[in-house]
């Protein structure tokens, strides 16, 4: 029995769907634990292409149980709507598959308009980048206890109790935003009408889970976001609003730390992030435009958002950042995924630590003005000219690849576990097996 969680251990987008999707083969249950549809996770499966949001990476498998859990918050409606469209793509959902925690925050529309609205009104230096799916606010009402749960849509009273708390809250607020007040009537009507679809999912989560973990059932928790983005160890503040770290997992579904077995961390070949914020090793000219060799890793990389289709910043590996992530995250194994978009660099950097006003530092500083003040220090390797795309095994890496992985597991002091070379499922090499035991 082991219980694996997979965090990203960059900005996001690392791979994690994929090799969620890949481990899921080995767990029983596939648990999201934090984030919400801002995620967006791309699965390939013999060529047929599936994007997740809102629902967990094992779905497509079937056979298992999917759990959304109360550390994620959740737009019931755009749920509802990936349900009908993965279902379309003929993989099968229903309660016996998908659990959703009843304790478990809703995504309002008001909470999207506000997230946008704030977007909209910043000024440069301000603006986070966000995905505009209105995570932020969502989370917000959850820590100022005036969220509506999952449970609050089977009670008309209930129900309409906590929508007149969240309006005392956010109507003030909207008109400060020169925003409409909220539709009381039209939001009770919605919200019933949405009820009867996601009620029928919702479980008490934390009881199904501990008691699959008696029973010595396997529990793969997907990680949404990387570390980076996280509240509290992330860029603060252009971070997303939920702790993405690994020790999340653990109160994210209600399961105590002691049953986390392994932390598999997924970890980009080179850097990769989308919205605003600092990234000491981005690839840019002077005018602020991706250089040759990030437009290189842009192209080969497909560096377009799951979520908003926006242009991802990609820059060199930053094995510091990773080294940090890898202890705050406690993971024990890495999953190092697009190696095949390195393919044919004559030279490739990788950022060892940073300079900060003539002071070496292995780490990046919590302050914003010495972030920016950090300039990345790199070591240089020659790259490799052979193609490792769909590679299978070891044996079929070259000399170069080999060496370039081996000095990633060197520098941020931890191993390999599995590598991946293209986006199909089946273009993985298994070196050690998170769930053994
Ligand atoms: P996630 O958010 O961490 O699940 O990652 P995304 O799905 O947003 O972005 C990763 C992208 O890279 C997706 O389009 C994947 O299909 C693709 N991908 C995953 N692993 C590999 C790999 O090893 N090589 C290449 N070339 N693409 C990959
Ligand atoms: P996956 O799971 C990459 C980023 C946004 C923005 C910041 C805050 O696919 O790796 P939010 O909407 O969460 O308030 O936005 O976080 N962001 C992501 N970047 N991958 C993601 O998810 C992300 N989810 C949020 O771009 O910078
Ligand atoms: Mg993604």
């Known amino acids: 029995m082991a219980n694996v969680v997979v965090v990203g251990a960059q900005w996001g987008d690392e791979g994690k769907g994929k090799i969620v999707d890949w481990l899921s083969e080995r ?3 596939i648990a999201r634990f934090q984030g919400g549809h801002n995620a967006g996770h791309t699965l390939v499966i013999d060529g047929k292409v599936y994007k997740l949001h809102a629902l967990p990476s094992g ?21 509802i709507n990936e349900i009908a469209t993965v279902r379309e793509q003929g993989v099968e959902i229903s309660p016996e598959t998908l659990m959703i925690a009843e304790n478990t925050p809703l995504i309002l529309p008001f909470h999207g308009e506000l997230d946008r609205a704030r977007e909209e009104a910043a000024s440069k230096g301000t603006k986070i980048g966000t995905t505009g799916r209105g995570i932020g606010p969502a989370y917000e009402d959850k820590v100022g206890r005036r969220a509506i749960r999952v449970a609050d849509l089977a009670d008309a009273a209930t129900l309409e109790a906590r929508v007149d708390r969240a309006l005392q809250h956010h109507d003030p607020l909207r008109k400060g935003l020169g925003v409409e007040p909220i539709d009381r009537e039209a939001l009770i009507a919605k919200l019933t009408d949405i009820a009867k679809e996601i009620l029928p999912y919702a479980a008490p989560v934390w009881k199904v889970l501990n008691e699959k973990r008696k029973a010595g059932k396997r529990i793969l928790f997907e990680g949404a976001q990387g570390a980076l983005l996280d509240i509290d160890f992330g860029t603060y503040p252009f971070v997303t609003s939920s702790n993405v770290i690994a020790g999340q997992a653990a109160t994210g579904v209600g399961i105590g730390p002691g049953s986390i077995d392994y ?5 980009k070949a080179y850097t990769t992030r989308v919205g605003e914020g600092p990234f000491p090793t981005e690839l840019l000219k002077e005018d602020g435009t991706p250089d040759a060799d990030g437009e290189r890793l842009g192209t080969r990389g497909h560096e377009f958002g799951t979520t908003t289709g926006r242009q991802r910043r990609c820059g060199w590996f930053d094995a510091a950042l990773v080294r940090q992530t890898c202890a705050t995250s406690g993971i024990k194994g890495i999953c190092l995924t697009k190696l095949d978009v390195l393919d044919g660099f004559e030279t490739l950097k990788i950022c060892v630590g940073y300079d900060l006003d003539g002071e070496r530092l292995d780490y990046l500083p919590t302050a914003a003005d010495q972030q ?14 052979e193609t490792t795309e769909g590679a299978r095994s070891w044996n079929d890496l070259p000399a170069n690849a080999v060496k370039y992985v081996k000095r990633v597991e060197e520098l941020i ?9 293209s986006p199909e499922r089946e273009d993985t090499i298994l070196v050690t097996d998170p769930f053994a035991d």
């Open 27 to 29: 767990a029983d249950v």
């Open 263 to 267: 932390v598999l961390g997924i970890v």
């Open 59 to 79: 779905v497509v498998r079937g056979g298992k149980l999917s759990v959304i859990g109360n550390g994620v918050v959740l737009d019931p409606w755009h749920l």
């Open 413 to 421: 002091e931890c191993p390999v576990a599995l590598l991946s070379t």
């Open 372 to 385: 920016a003040r950090c300039t990345p220090i790199y070591e240089e390797m020659d790259g490799w000219s």
